[in-house]
Protein backbone atom coordinates (compact mmCIF):
# COMPACT_ATOMS: atom_id res chain seq x y z
CA UNK A 1 0.00 0.00 0.00
CA UNK A 2 1.33 2.87 -1.01
CA UNK A 3 2.18 5.93 1.67
CA UNK A 4 2.80 9.03 -0.40
CA UNK A 5 0.12 11.71 1.58
CA UNK A 6 3.02 10.68 4.63
CA UNK A 7 6.25 11.02 2.88
CA UNK A 8 4.67 14.51 1.40
CA UNK A 9 3.40 15.67 5.03
CA UNK A 10 7.48 15.64 6.09
CA UNK A 11 8.64 17.81 3.07
CA UNK A 12 5.63 20.71 4.62
CA UNK A 13 8.08 22.26 7.13
CA UNK A 14 6.68 26.12 6.10
CA UNK A 15 9.85 27.51 4.49
CA UNK A 16 11.39 27.61 8.16
CA UNK A 17 14.53 26.46 10.41
CA UNK A 18 13.85 25.57 13.90
CA UNK A 19 15.02 26.85 17.09
CA UNK A 20 14.94 26.78 20.88
CA UNK A 21 14.97 29.72 23.23
CA UNK A 22 14.85 29.45 26.79
CA UNK A 23 16.74 31.23 30.13
CA UNK A 24 20.60 29.98 30.90
CA UNK A 25 20.07 28.61 34.32
CA UNK A 26 22.36 29.58 37.29
CA UNK A 27 22.47 28.12 40.79
CA UNK A 28 18.40 26.71 39.82
CA UNK A 29 17.57 29.93 38.77
CA UNK A 30 17.39 31.80 35.13
CA UNK A 31 19.59 34.15 34.77
CA UNK A 32 17.02 37.15 34.51
CA UNK A 33 15.68 36.06 37.73
CA UNK A 34 19.30 36.40 39.32
CA UNK A 35 19.50 39.59 37.80
CA UNK A 36 16.65 41.30 39.03
CA UNK A 37 17.76 40.07 42.48
CA UNK A 38 21.06 41.50 42.10
CA UNK A 39 19.58 44.44 41.12
CA UNK A 40 16.77 44.88 44.28
CA UNK A 41 19.52 44.50 46.23
CA UNK A 42 21.69 47.94 44.92
CA UNK A 43 20.49 51.12 46.60
CA UNK A 44 20.70 52.88 43.67
CA UNK A 45 18.03 51.13 42.14
CA UNK A 46 15.39 49.77 45.08
CA UNK A 47 12.64 52.72 43.63
CA UNK A 48 12.30 50.41 39.89
CA UNK A 49 9.09 48.95 39.85
CA UNK A 50 8.22 45.59 38.01
CA UNK A 51 4.46 45.45 36.02
CA UNK A 52 2.78 44.01 39.35
CA UNK A 53 0.35 41.59 37.29
CA UNK A 54 3.07 40.15 34.97
CA UNK A 55 5.47 39.40 38.55
CA UNK A 56 1.98 37.66 39.41
CA UNK A 57 2.10 35.35 36.32
CA UNK A 58 6.14 35.05 36.57
CA UNK A 59 5.37 33.54 40.30
CA UNK A 60 3.00 30.95 38.94
CA UNK A 61 4.75 29.96 36.42
CA UNK A 62 8.15 29.61 38.60
CA UNK A 63 5.66 27.21 40.75
CA UNK A 64 4.88 25.18 38.17
CA UNK A 65 9.07 25.39 36.08
CA UNK A 66 10.56 24.34 39.55
CA UNK A 67 8.08 22.06 41.06
CA UNK A 68 8.53 20.22 37.43
CA UNK A 69 12.10 20.85 36.55
CA UNK A 70 10.73 22.17 33.60
CA UNK A 71 14.04 23.76 32.33
CA UNK A 72 13.74 23.33 28.27
CA UNK A 73 10.90 24.66 25.61
CA UNK A 74 9.27 21.67 24.59
CA UNK A 75 8.29 22.67 21.06
CA UNK A 76 9.70 23.35 17.70
CA UNK A 77 9.43 26.86 16.49
CA UNK A 78 8.79 27.92 13.58
CA UNK A 79 11.20 30.74 12.49
CA UNK A 80 12.21 33.38 9.32
CA UNK A 81 8.45 34.00 8.34
CA UNK A 82 8.38 36.27 5.51
CA UNK A 83 5.58 38.86 5.42
CA UNK A 84 6.00 40.46 2.40
CA UNK A 85 3.23 41.16 -0.01
CA UNK A 86 1.94 38.03 -2.17
CA UNK A 87 0.40 38.30 -5.38
CA UNK A 88 -2.59 35.92 -5.12
CA UNK A 89 -5.85 37.65 -7.12
CA UNK A 90 -7.99 34.05 -6.10
CA UNK A 91 -8.52 35.51 -2.78
CA UNK A 92 -9.21 39.35 -2.39
CA UNK A 93 -8.51 40.97 0.45
CA UNK A 94 -12.43 42.05 1.30
CA UNK A 95 -13.34 38.00 0.94
CA UNK A 96 -10.28 37.67 3.58
CA UNK A 97 -11.13 40.07 5.52
CA UNK A 98 -14.80 39.01 5.96
CA UNK A 99 -13.99 35.44 6.50
CA UNK A 100 -11.11 35.74 9.50
CA UNK A 101 -13.79 38.22 11.28
CA UNK A 102 -16.65 35.32 10.59
CA UNK A 103 -13.53 32.81 12.23
CA UNK A 104 -12.85 35.20 14.86
CA UNK A 105 -16.32 35.19 16.22
CA UNK A 106 -16.35 31.20 16.66
CA UNK A 107 -12.99 30.62 18.07
CA UNK A 108 -11.17 31.90 20.98
CA UNK A 109 -8.07 33.24 19.15
CA UNK A 110 -8.18 36.78 18.40
CA UNK A 111 -8.18 36.56 14.60
CA UNK A 112 -7.53 40.00 13.36
CA UNK A 113 -6.92 41.13 9.72
CA UNK A 114 -3.40 42.32 9.03
CA UNK A 115 -1.56 42.62 5.98
CA UNK A 116 1.01 40.55 7.91
CA UNK A 117 -1.46 37.36 8.40
CA UNK A 118 -2.66 37.58 4.79
CA UNK A 119 0.64 37.57 3.15
CA UNK A 120 1.26 34.42 5.18
CA UNK A 121 -2.49 33.10 3.96
CA UNK A 122 -1.51 33.90 0.01
CA UNK A 123 1.47 32.61 0.41
CA UNK A 124 0.66 28.93 1.74
CA UNK A 125 -2.02 29.08 -1.03
CA UNK A 126 0.16 29.69 -3.56
CA UNK A 127 3.18 27.79 -2.89
CA UNK A 128 2.33 24.71 -0.59
CA UNK A 129 -0.75 23.44 -2.19
CA UNK A 130 0.04 20.20 -2.86
CA UNK A 131 1.48 19.71 0.66
CA UNK A 132 -1.24 21.01 2.25
CA UNK A 133 -3.55 18.99 0.40
CA UNK A 134 -1.92 15.74 1.34
CA UNK A 135 -1.95 17.49 5.11
CA UNK A 136 -5.70 17.51 4.83
CA UNK A 137 -5.85 13.89 3.85
CA UNK A 138 -3.56 12.38 6.81
CA UNK A 139 -5.45 15.27 8.85
CA UNK A 140 -8.88 12.71 8.52
CA UNK A 141 -7.06 10.31 10.51
CA UNK A 142 -5.32 12.47 13.00
CA UNK A 143 -7.85 14.69 13.92
CA UNK A 144 -10.77 13.10 15.64
CA UNK A 145 -8.08 11.61 18.47
CA UNK A 146 -6.96 15.21 18.97
CA UNK A 147 -10.67 16.24 19.19
CA UNK A 148 -11.37 13.74 21.73
CA UNK A 149 -8.76 14.21 23.85
CA UNK A 150 -8.46 18.28 23.41
CA UNK A 151 -12.19 18.26 24.39
CA UNK A 152 -11.47 15.62 27.58
CA UNK A 153 -9.27 18.90 29.21
CA UNK A 154 -11.63 21.78 27.84
CA UNK A 155 -8.96 23.24 25.27
CA UNK A 156 -10.46 24.58 22.23
CA UNK A 157 -10.86 22.24 19.14
CA UNK A 158 -8.54 24.21 17.26
CA UNK A 159 -5.46 23.31 18.34
CA UNK A 160 -5.33 20.29 16.58
CA UNK A 161 -3.91 23.00 13.64
CA UNK A 162 -1.00 23.21 15.93
CA UNK A 163 0.32 20.11 15.03
CA UNK A 164 0.37 20.72 11.46
CA UNK A 165 2.46 23.89 12.34
CA UNK A 166 5.16 21.82 14.97
CA UNK A 167 5.31 18.14 13.25
CA UNK A 168 3.40 18.44 9.33
CA UNK A 169 1.67 15.74 11.54
CA UNK A 170 4.45 13.09 11.30
CA UNK A 171 4.92 11.25 14.42
CA UNK A 172 8.19 10.71 14.37
CA UNK A 173 9.17 13.83 13.79
CA UNK A 174 12.55 15.19 15.75
CA UNK A 175 13.85 18.50 15.50
CA UNK A 176 17.76 19.27 16.13
CA UNK A 177 17.89 19.48 19.69
CA UNK A 178 15.48 16.40 20.80
CA UNK A 179 11.96 17.22 20.44
CA UNK A 180 9.80 14.70 19.26
CA UNK A 181 6.69 13.77 18.22
CA UNK A 182 3.35 15.24 16.87
CA UNK A 183 4.18 18.16 19.37
CA UNK A 184 7.39 17.98 20.16
CA UNK A 185 8.23 17.17 23.31
CA UNK A 186 11.63 17.39 25.01
CA UNK A 187 12.69 13.94 26.94
CA UNK A 188 12.65 15.47 30.40
CA UNK A 189 9.45 17.01 29.49
CA UNK A 190 7.32 14.01 27.81
CA UNK A 191 8.54 11.80 31.22
CA UNK A 192 7.02 14.79 33.20
CA UNK A 193 3.71 14.38 32.26
CA UNK A 194 3.61 10.76 31.87
CA UNK A 195 5.02 9.86 28.13
CA UNK A 196 6.86 6.94 28.63
CA UNK A 197 10.33 6.61 26.30
CA UNK A 198 12.36 3.95 26.17
CA UNK A 199 14.83 1.92 24.59
CA UNK A 200 11.68 0.08 22.88
CA UNK A 201 9.27 2.94 23.17
CA UNK A 202 8.69 6.14 22.90
CA UNK A 203 5.31 7.60 23.57
CA UNK A 204 6.06 11.32 22.68
CA UNK A 205 5.23 9.37 19.15
CA UNK A 206 1.82 8.34 20.18
CA UNK A 207 -0.47 9.78 18.70
CA UNK A 208 -2.95 9.99 21.75
CA UNK A 209 -0.83 9.76 24.63
CA UNK A 210 1.29 12.57 23.14
CA UNK A 211 -2.06 14.65 23.06
CA UNK A 212 -3.34 13.79 26.40
CA UNK A 213 0.29 15.59 27.63
CA UNK A 214 -0.01 18.74 25.49
CA UNK A 215 -3.72 19.06 26.46
CA UNK A 216 -2.51 19.09 30.05
CA UNK A 217 0.77 21.35 28.87
CA UNK A 218 -1.66 23.83 27.35
CA UNK A 219 -4.28 23.58 30.28
CA UNK A 220 -1.56 24.76 32.37
CA UNK A 221 -0.11 27.61 29.87
CA UNK A 222 -4.09 29.29 29.68
CA UNK A 223 -4.63 28.80 33.81
CA UNK A 224 -1.65 31.23 33.96
CA UNK A 225 -1.79 33.74 31.39
CA UNK A 226 -5.46 33.55 30.61
CA UNK A 227 -5.66 33.85 26.73
CA UNK A 228 -5.29 30.88 24.59
CA UNK A 229 -2.84 33.69 21.84
CA UNK A 230 -0.33 34.04 25.12
CA UNK A 231 -0.15 30.51 25.90
CA UNK A 232 0.44 29.39 22.24
CA UNK A 233 3.43 31.85 22.01
CA UNK A 234 4.75 30.26 25.82
CA UNK A 235 3.76 27.01 24.57
CA UNK A 236 6.33 28.13 21.73
CA UNK A 237 9.36 30.39 23.39
CA UNK A 238 8.59 30.02 26.75
CA UNK A 239 6.42 31.97 29.36
CA UNK A 240 9.11 33.99 30.70
CA UNK A 241 9.80 35.36 26.97
CA UNK A 242 6.45 35.98 27.00
CA UNK A 243 6.20 37.90 30.12
CA UNK A 244 9.23 40.22 28.98
CA UNK A 245 7.57 40.87 26.22
CA UNK A 246 4.62 42.56 27.77
CA UNK A 247 6.48 44.41 30.10
CA UNK A 248 8.89 45.94 27.24
CA UNK A 249 5.19 47.11 25.18
CA UNK A 250 4.25 48.89 28.25
CA UNK A 251 2.07 46.14 30.03
CA UNK A 252 -0.11 45.23 26.52
CA UNK A 253 -1.44 41.55 26.71
CA UNK A 254 -2.53 41.31 23.38
CA UNK A 255 -0.53 39.06 20.92
CA UNK A 256 -0.43 41.50 18.42
CA UNK A 257 0.81 44.34 20.40
CA UNK A 258 3.76 42.66 21.75
CA UNK A 259 4.48 40.52 18.72
CA UNK A 260 7.33 42.79 17.93
CA UNK A 261 8.51 41.97 21.25
CA UNK A 262 8.93 38.49 21.22
CA UNK A 263 11.71 36.38 20.22
CA UNK A 264 11.52 36.12 15.86
CA UNK A 265 10.54 32.57 15.73
CA UNK A 266 7.63 33.32 18.17
CA UNK A 267 6.75 36.23 16.27
CA UNK A 268 6.06 34.13 13.33
CA UNK A 269 4.82 31.38 14.80
CA UNK A 270 1.24 32.56 15.81
CA UNK A 271 0.65 33.47 12.36
CA UNK A 272 1.87 30.42 11.21
CA UNK A 273 -0.94 28.42 13.21
CA UNK A 274 -3.82 31.24 12.29
CA UNK A 275 -3.05 30.84 8.65
CA UNK A 276 -3.20 27.12 8.84
CA UNK A 277 -6.69 27.27 10.75
CA UNK A 278 -8.19 29.35 8.38
CA UNK A 279 -6.76 27.26 5.14
CA UNK A 280 -7.97 24.49 7.10
CA UNK A 281 -11.44 25.89 7.83
CA UNK A 282 -12.02 27.84 4.52
CA UNK A 283 -10.61 24.75 2.47
CA UNK A 284 -13.62 23.63 0.01
CA UNK A 285 -13.73 27.28 -0.86
CA UNK A 286 -9.92 27.46 -1.50
CA UNK A 287 -10.69 23.78 -4.13
CA UNK A 288 -8.98 21.58 -1.91
CA UNK A 289 -11.16 18.19 -1.78
CA UNK A 290 -11.83 15.85 0.84
CA UNK A 291 -10.48 12.77 -0.22
CA UNK A 292 -10.42 9.54 1.98
CA UNK A 293 -7.23 8.95 3.99
CA UNK A 294 -5.23 5.13 3.98
CA UNK A 295 -7.32 4.74 7.67
CA UNK A 296 -10.17 6.52 9.37
CA UNK A 297 -8.81 6.14 13.26
CA UNK A 298 -12.59 4.44 13.73
CA UNK A 299 -11.59 1.85 11.57
CA UNK A 300 -8.81 0.62 13.71
CA UNK A 301 -8.72 -0.83 17.30
CA UNK A 302 -6.09 -1.78 20.07
CA UNK A 303 -5.15 -4.98 21.39
CA UNK A 304 -3.51 -5.04 25.03
CA UNK A 305 0.04 -7.21 24.18
CA UNK A 306 0.60 -10.56 26.32
CA UNK A 307 4.06 -11.39 24.73
CA UNK A 308 6.66 -9.73 22.97
CA UNK A 309 6.37 -9.27 19.10
CA UNK A 310 8.03 -7.40 16.53
CA UNK A 311 6.04 -5.44 14.11
CA UNK A 312 6.67 -7.94 11.25
CA UNK A 313 5.81 -11.11 13.10
CA UNK A 314 2.48 -9.66 13.41
CA UNK A 315 2.38 -8.74 9.61
CA UNK A 316 3.67 -12.70 8.51
CA UNK A 317 0.21 -14.08 10.63
CA UNK A 318 -2.14 -11.47 9.86
CA UNK A 319 -1.20 -10.83 6.33
CA UNK A 320 -1.41 -6.83 6.95
CA UNK A 321 1.72 -4.84 5.49
CA UNK A 322 4.71 -3.88 7.32
CA UNK A 323 4.17 -0.34 6.38
CA UNK A 324 0.21 -0.22 7.36
CA UNK A 325 1.64 -1.61 10.96
CA UNK A 326 4.32 0.93 11.12
CA UNK A 327 1.82 4.20 10.25
CA UNK A 328 -0.72 2.89 13.23
CA UNK A 329 2.15 2.18 15.85
CA UNK A 330 4.77 4.83 15.88
CA UNK A 331 5.76 4.62 19.23
CA UNK A 332 7.44 1.30 18.75
CA UNK A 333 11.12 2.65 17.94
CA UNK A 334 12.27 -0.55 16.28
CA UNK A 335 9.50 -2.56 15.44
CA UNK A 336 9.50 -4.49 18.64
CA UNK A 337 6.33 -4.42 21.02
CA UNK A 338 7.81 -5.26 24.48
CA UNK A 339 5.84 -7.00 27.90
CA UNK A 340 6.85 -5.27 30.68
CA UNK A 341 4.92 -5.91 34.02
CA UNK A 342 3.35 -3.27 34.81
CA UNK A 343 3.06 -1.51 31.48
CA UNK A 344 0.40 -1.44 28.80
CA UNK A 345 1.61 -1.70 25.54
CA UNK A 346 -1.37 -2.00 22.85
CA UNK A 347 -1.16 -2.81 18.91
CA UNK A 348 -3.08 -1.14 16.74
CA UNK A 349 -4.52 -2.65 13.97
CA UNK A 350 -7.25 -2.36 11.38
CA UNK A 351 -10.86 -3.55 13.05
CA UNK A 352 -10.72 -6.22 9.80
CA UNK A 353 -7.93 -7.97 11.01
CA UNK A 354 -7.97 -7.53 14.96
CA UNK A 355 -11.23 -10.18 15.60
CA UNK A 356 -8.69 -12.88 13.64
CA UNK A 357 -5.61 -11.69 15.92
CA UNK A 358 -8.11 -12.14 19.03
CA UNK A 359 -9.35 -15.22 17.50
CA UNK A 360 -5.71 -16.78 17.47
CA UNK A 361 -3.78 -15.33 19.68
CA UNK A 362 -2.22 -18.44 21.57
CA UNK A 363 -1.08 -19.89 17.82
CA UNK A 364 0.19 -16.05 17.16
CA UNK A 365 2.48 -15.69 20.09
CA UNK A 366 3.38 -19.37 20.31
CA UNK A 367 4.71 -18.38 16.27
CA UNK A 368 6.29 -15.34 17.96
CA UNK A 369 8.00 -16.96 20.77
CA UNK A 370 9.53 -20.15 18.19
CA UNK A 371 10.55 -17.51 16.59
CA UNK A 372 12.14 -15.69 19.21
CA UNK A 373 13.55 -19.36 20.67
CA UNK A 374 15.11 -20.32 17.35
CA UNK A 375 17.29 -17.14 16.39
CA UNK A 376 21.34 -17.40 16.96
CA UNK A 377 22.71 -16.07 19.68
CA UNK A 378 26.71 -16.42 18.92
CA UNK A 379 29.14 -14.00 20.70
CA UNK A 380 27.96 -10.31 20.06
CA UNK A 381 29.86 -8.57 17.59
CA UNK A 382 29.49 -4.14 18.03
CA UNK A 383 28.73 -1.59 16.06
CA UNK A 384 29.64 2.25 16.26
CA UNK A 385 26.07 3.36 15.49
CA UNK A 386 27.15 6.01 12.67
CA UNK A 387 28.90 2.83 11.12
CA UNK A 388 28.11 2.14 7.79
CA UNK A 389 27.29 -1.65 7.01
CA UNK A 390 27.17 -3.54 3.76
CA UNK A 391 24.37 -6.07 4.12
CA UNK A 392 24.57 -9.28 1.56
CA UNK A 393 21.04 -11.11 1.15
CA UNK A 394 20.86 -14.00 2.10
CA UNK A 395 18.30 -16.62 1.25
CA UNK A 396 15.05 -16.61 3.84
CA UNK A 397 16.09 -12.57 4.10
CA UNK A 398 13.25 -10.10 4.24
CA UNK A 399 13.34 -6.71 4.78
CA UNK A 400 11.57 -6.77 8.23
CA UNK A 401 14.42 -9.35 9.22
CA UNK A 402 16.95 -7.31 8.41
CA UNK A 403 15.82 -3.93 10.21
CA UNK A 404 15.08 -6.10 13.26
CA UNK A 405 18.95 -7.39 12.98
CA UNK A 406 20.21 -3.55 13.08
CA UNK A 407 17.42 -1.74 14.87
CA UNK A 408 16.44 0.25 11.63
CA UNK A 409 13.07 0.73 9.92
CA UNK A 410 12.38 -1.02 7.01
CA UNK A 411 11.39 2.25 5.02
CA UNK A 412 15.23 3.40 6.05
CA UNK A 413 16.72 0.35 4.60
CA UNK A 414 14.78 1.67 1.27
CA UNK A 415 15.16 4.90 1.27
CA UNK A 416 19.53 4.47 1.92
CA UNK A 417 18.95 1.63 -0.92
CA UNK A 418 16.71 3.69 -3.43
CA UNK A 419 14.13 0.44 -3.50
CA UNK A 420 10.47 0.74 -4.39
CA UNK A 421 9.21 -2.82 -3.19
CA UNK A 422 10.60 -5.00 -0.79
CA UNK A 423 11.28 -7.88 -3.16
CA UNK A 424 15.21 -8.62 -2.52
CA UNK A 425 17.26 -11.20 -4.38
CA UNK A 426 19.81 -13.51 -2.91
CA UNK A 427 23.39 -11.84 -3.06
CA UNK A 428 22.09 -8.08 -3.39
CA UNK A 429 24.40 -5.80 -1.42
CA UNK A 430 22.36 -3.56 0.73
CA UNK A 431 23.93 -0.02 2.85
CA UNK A 432 23.09 -0.07 6.27
CA UNK A 433 23.29 2.09 8.88
CA UNK A 434 22.93 0.28 12.58
CA UNK A 435 21.67 2.34 14.93
CA UNK A 436 21.92 -0.79 17.99
CA UNK A 437 24.45 -2.52 18.66
CA UNK A 438 23.70 -5.67 16.46
CA UNK A 439 24.57 -9.61 17.33
CA UNK A 440 26.66 -10.88 13.97
CA UNK A 441 24.84 -13.57 12.56
CA UNK A 442 26.84 -16.50 10.11
CA UNK A 443 28.29 -15.60 6.59
CA UNK A 444 27.07 -17.03 3.91
CA UNK A 445 29.64 -19.40 3.09
CA UNK A 446 29.28 -21.01 7.06
CA UNK A 447 25.18 -20.56 6.87
CA UNK A 448 23.63 -24.53 7.11
CA UNK A 449 21.35 -24.63 3.74
CA UNK A 450 18.01 -25.93 4.98
CA UNK A 451 17.74 -29.84 4.38
CA UNK A 452 14.15 -31.33 3.67
CA UNK A 453 13.37 -33.61 6.58
CA UNK A 454 11.49 -37.24 5.84
CA UNK A 455 7.53 -36.78 5.89
CA UNK A 456 5.32 -39.96 7.00
CA UNK A 457 1.40 -40.20 6.69
CA UNK A 458 -0.85 -39.11 4.22
CA UNK A 459 1.02 -36.36 2.28
CA UNK A 460 -0.89 -33.73 0.37
CA UNK A 461 0.37 -30.94 -2.18
CA UNK A 462 -1.09 -27.49 -1.17
CA UNK A 463 -0.49 -24.83 -3.76
CA UNK A 464 0.19 -21.08 -2.30
CA UNK A 465 -2.16 -18.76 -2.81
CA UNK A 466 -1.74 -15.28 -3.16
CA UNK A 467 -1.56 -13.81 0.65
CA UNK A 468 -0.54 -16.97 2.08
CA UNK A 469 2.06 -17.30 4.22
CA UNK A 470 3.28 -20.24 6.05
CA UNK A 471 1.78 -19.25 9.50
CA UNK A 472 -2.27 -19.24 7.87
CA UNK A 473 -1.14 -22.39 6.10
CA UNK A 474 0.07 -24.15 9.21
CA UNK A 475 -3.38 -23.37 10.84
CA UNK A 476 -5.34 -24.79 7.67
CA UNK A 477 -3.92 -28.58 9.04
CA UNK A 478 -4.31 -29.84 12.69
CA UNK A 479 -1.05 -30.26 14.56
CA UNK A 480 1.48 -28.70 11.44
CA UNK A 481 3.41 -25.95 12.53
CA UNK A 482 5.13 -23.56 10.76
CA UNK A 483 8.98 -25.32 11.62
CA UNK A 484 7.23 -28.74 10.54
CA UNK A 485 6.44 -27.02 7.03
CA UNK A 486 10.17 -25.75 6.42
CA UNK A 487 11.39 -29.01 7.59
CA UNK A 488 9.68 -31.18 4.69
CA UNK A 489 10.15 -28.63 1.79
CA UNK A 490 13.65 -27.46 2.64
CA UNK A 491 12.61 -23.58 3.34
CA UNK A 492 15.84 -22.05 5.49
CA UNK A 493 12.88 -18.44 5.09
CA UNK A 494 9.82 -17.40 5.37
CA UNK A 495 9.14 -15.99 2.18
CA UNK A 496 6.51 -17.98 -0.29
CA UNK A 497 5.37 -17.26 -3.60
CA UNK A 498 2.00 -17.43 -5.22
CA UNK A 499 2.09 -21.15 -7.03
CA UNK A 500 4.95 -22.58 -5.18
CA UNK A 501 3.62 -26.45 -4.19
CA UNK A 502 4.14 -27.61 -0.62
CA UNK A 503 4.22 -31.31 0.92
CA UNK A 504 1.63 -31.36 4.43
CA UNK A 505 1.60 -34.38 6.33
CA UNK A 506 -1.85 -35.15 7.82
CA UNK A 507 -0.69 -36.79 10.28
Known amino acids: MAFRFFIIAILLNFGTSFSQTQDSIIDGKPQSIKTIEAIADSSSVKKLA ?133 WQFMFSTGKMYGLDVSSYVDERSDPIKSTVAASKYLAKLYEIFGDWDLALAAYNSGPGNVTKAIRRSGGYQNYWNIRHNLPRETAGYLPAFLATMYIFEYAEAHGFKKLKPEFAHFETDTIRVKQMITLDQVSEVTGTSIEELQFLNPSYKLDIIPFIKGENYALRLPKEVVGKFVNNEDSIYAFAKAEFDKREKPLPQFFNANDKIIYRVKSGDYLGKISRIYGVRVSDIKRWNGLRSNDLRIGQRLTIYPRKPHVSTPSPSTTKVAEKKPISGEVVIYEVKSGDSLWSISQKFSGVSVQNIKDWNGISGSKLKPGMKLKISKG
Open 50 to 182: DHKSMATLDEKWFEELYSNTLFDSIYESVTELKFDPVDYPELSTDTLKARLKELDSRTPFNVEYNPGLESVIKSYLKHRRNSLQNLMTLSAFYFPMFERELDNQNIPLEIKYLAIVESALKPRAKSRVGATGL
